[in-house]
């Protein structure tokens, strides 16, 4: 009976099939439609998004969230043209990937303030449309500790989340502590909130995935594909094998129904070059393939990537924040 919203309008969840759960259509920094080396033609960004798209389909993809946000390449009305000629449902996203890539407008704006725009985006549409935010965007700032904004925006969103019954997203799940607190003095239940980026290289802590995972929190293995093998692969990449193995181990551990699993990658990266051959069909093509020789069965496939997605994205019952008074409720 629950409904999850996507640029098309809400669908029920039984609807959302196999759910991709951190993805970008394209992220890029403001300001990287000016860029003379990578900037790419809308046209040359259309097919190749089509393309990857289809394939996602023809793997049996049927729900891709797009984690970007506000401000990095968020565009709801390409989103819905992209839908309509794909099949795929997006799912859009309110927040910001961090701190540091939000624009200059929004860096000074109060708790209340951002937590009345991520409402809106929610319950009201996004950019002057009627199309909903599925899901709210966090996440931690480079430097490895969320800064003073990032914890501004983890306030709202937690507030945001109470309000709408919609779940957050991070980006990043290092100083998880410092958010768990946000979110435990805020009084959002830890299981409306997916720790994004456990697997990243740079910020590996099995001791905190699995807190989290006590908790009740979700943890995100979704920078998969990022291997140090692949040509000119970012600073958080790790080799494609050690990877698996630490996915491995956190399901041994009893935790398979706290994971979830994407590759964040770009259809088309905005202004920088992406990594080369990434993209969501890493998921089908290479990474479930390594599972499949490690012995993981299909059901554990199908509760990564249908049965936990589902639980997440569903929207909840909105809950009155403690910090609100009924007035800031009337939005
Ligand atoms: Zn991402």
Redesign the pocket.
Known sequence: MGKVNTVLGPIPTEDLGITAM???IG?GLPGCDLDTQWWKKPEEAFEVTLQKLRRFREHGGKTFVD??GIGNGRDIEYFQVLSRRTGVNIVAVTGF?AADSALPYFRKQSVEYLTDLFVREVTVGIDGTDAKAGAIKVGVSRGGKLNELDKRIYRAAARASLITGAPIIT?LCVDAQTSIDIFNEEGLPLNRVLF??ADDGGYLDENRDKLIAELGGWVGF??IGYDSEVEGAPYWSRPRQDRVEHFLRFIEKGYLDRAVISA?ANCCALGWPGLKGHSVNYLFEEFLPDLMKAGVGEEVFEQLLVHTPAKILTMQEPVKPKSLSLKQLQV
């Open positions: 951190h993805e970008h992220f984690c970007t990937v980006h994004g980026h979704d920078t964040d």
